[in-house]
């Protein structure tokens, strides 16, 4: 278990966590508010890779990945086959990556929990190009249902295709999904 949350880790950080003969063992690797960029990616990719088999819960919440990262980062992602528990709320996602995201998360089999960001579409006017994971956090969401609604949609067409309608929570409920649902049955 790794929890380093809040930590401002730069890109030597971690690769020094990716080059550590502990990482093909790591079951939960927690890097939320952590600001991640271009220059953090291949150390953060190799980290997934070397605990591809073990890795059981990552939290990424609130990094700053925009549809561009993220899409650097889904391939290592689906290479994560231990995976339960994928948390990746409070990025500034569009809702086509999102969808990016809902189509990689649907493809690893062990998966049972994705806590996605809501779509920058979702969002009242206004909201910077970059949002900071505050800023997100504390925007007002439109008030209008629609969006929502498209959003729910296209995420259930997404795990319909896949046959995980069933079998995985996918939700932006900050408070109240269940983590109970990541514990080994």
């Known amino acids: 278990v790794l929890e380093l949350p809040y930590l401002c880790l730069t890109s030597t950080d971690l690769a020094y ?3 550590s003969q502990h990482a093909s063992f790591l079951k939960e690797l927690d890097l939320s508010e952590n600001w991640l960029d271009e220059s953090s990616l291949p150390s ?3 980290l997934l890779a ?3 088999s073990s890795l059981c819960q990552l939290s990424l919440c609130g990094c ?11 391939p290592s992602l ?12 409070l990025n500034p996602l569009s809702r086509m990556g999102l969808l990016s995201l809902a ?4 493809g690893i089999p062990s998966l049972r929990l994705l806590l996605y960001p809501n779509p920058l579409e979702e969002y009242e006017p206004g909201l910077p190009a970059l949002p900071s994971s505050a ?6 969401l439109l008030e209008e249902s629609e969006g929502r609604d498209l959003t729910l ?10 046959g995980r309608s069933r079998d995985l929570l996918v939700t932006s409920d900050l408070l109240n999904y269940s983590p109970d649902l990541t514990v080994d049955d």
């Not at 700053?64 to 899409?71: A, N, P, V, Y």
């Not at 800023?135 to 007002?140: F, I, M, S, V």
């Not at 949609?153 to 896949?162: G, P, Q, S």
Request: aromatic share 2%; hydrophobic share 45%; with cysteine.
């Open 78 to 89: 689906s290479c994560c086959r231990a995976l339960r528990s994928l948390r990746l709320a």
């Open 44 to 46: 953060l990719r190799r």
């Open 50 to 52: 070397q605990a591809q």
């Open 135 to 140: 800023q997100l956090l504390d925007w007002p």
């Open 64 to 74: 700053g990945l925009s549809d561009s990262l993220l899409g650097a980062l889904l």
């Open 103 to 106: 189509r990689t998360a649907a």
């Open 17 to 19: 966590l990716s080059c």
């Open 153 to 162: 949609r296209l995420l259930d067409e997404v795990l319909n295709l896949r």
